[in-house]
């Protein structure tokens, strides 16, 4: 079974319009972490956000905000005010386990195209 | 501040030639990784490394060797490159598993 899974293999947004990026995960550890990062066409990637399993807050950074439902085990990823710079790949990740796991696994990844 | 650097950029290798890629961070951190990403696909854990002296295998080592003799450097050897190494590669580190990965600008790699 996937551990991560982003079920929106693309998606066009209206520049201005918010976006939500949709990210489910499969796990059995109490403690894990969530992390979402976006690679433009120029390939580099960059990170965006996280969420740690025990943390009460949704996480926000700037634009981005993490939609996370524990009981449901998503985390999407929302951006408000979509821009012309966000059209890129956008990858969810995980980190299961204690302290000593430093492993991400990884989804597929949604390709995000801003229309003008 | 450099932060993570990868070379080659590009790469263009024969069936069975052997290659080593570079990966240097600054930033003193522990915890290092080698990455492969392919179309469709996220990114694939190779090798990594939580220490100088410590590697430990990914999901798919197969066809790679990897060693950590200082906390700053982290290269990755392909032994006999096949076709199906065809691939971008990212090096990348972090300070904690808690904390984000940085990554190198990645390496373009064509086995023919």
């Known amino acids: 079974a996937q551990k991560i899974t982003q079920t929106q293999p693309g998606m066009f947004v209206q520049e201005k319009e918010a976006v939500t990026l949709d990210c489910t995960y499969d796990?059995?550890?109490?403690?894990?972490?969530l992390f979402w990062y976006k690679q433009p066409s120029s390939g580099e990637m960059i990170f965006l956000i996280y969420?740690?399993?025990?943390d009460e807050q949704n996480a926000t950074e700037g634009r981005y905000s993490l939609n996370f439902q524990k009981a449901r085990k998503s985390a999407n990823l929302v951006i408000s005010a979509s821009q012309l710079g966000d059209s890129a790949m956008y990858f969810c990740?995980?980190?299961?386990?204690?302290?000593?796991?430093?492993?991400?696994?990884w989804g597929a990844g949604t390709k995000l195209i801003i229309k003008p | 501040n450099a932060g993570v650097t990868q070379t080659p950029k590009f790469q263009v290798l024969k069936t069975g030639q052997s290659m080593t890629l570079q990966c240097a961070q600054d930033?003193?951190?522990?915890?290092m990784s080698w990455y492969r990403q392919d179309p469709g696909m996220g990114l694939r854990l190779i090798h990594y490394?939580?220490?100088?002296?410590?590697?430990d295998q990914g999901e798919v080592p197969n066809g790679y060797n990897v060693s950590r003799s200082t906390t700053e450097d982290f290269p990755l050897r392909l032994l006999s490159a096949a076709p199906s190494q065809t691939s971008v590669y990212f090096c990348?580190?972090?300070?904690?598993?808690?904390?984000?990965?940085?990554f190198g600008n990645g390496t373009r790699l064509t086995v023919t």
């Open positions: 990348a580190s972090s300070y904690d598993p808690d904390s984000p990965l940085h």
């Open positions: 930033m003193n951190h522990e915890y």
């Open positions: 490394s939580v220490g100088a002296g410590i590697t």
């Open positions: 796990t059995s550890d109490q403690s894990y972490g």
């Open positions: 969420q740690g399993s025990y």
């Open positions: 990740a995980m980190r299961e386990g204690g302290d000593s796991n430093y492993q991400l696994i």
